[in-house]
């Protein structure tokens, strides 16, 4: 899927950890897209989480 492609670009490589992260927030019945920023910031870089939670919605 996307999700997966797309955080293996950003991180570089493949962590299961952040792609269940980002699964398991969507599947809320009101993702936060917001909060889900500020969480993946630590895994991917202020800059990167802003883009790909961009780019996510934007799919959505």
Do not use: C, H
């Not at 999700?3 to 019945?29: A, S």
């Not at 910031?41 to 996510?56: M, N, P, Q």
């Amino acid at each position: 899927p996307w999700i997966t492609r797309r955080l293996e670009e950003l991180l570089g490589l493949e962590d299961d950890v952040v792609i269940e992260y980002v699964f398991n927030q969507l599947e809320d019945t009101s993702p936060d897209p917001k909060m889900m920023q500020i969480n993946l910031t630590g895994f991917l870089g202020g800059s990167k989480a802003r883009a790909f939670i961009g780019e996510l919605w934007v799919l959505l």
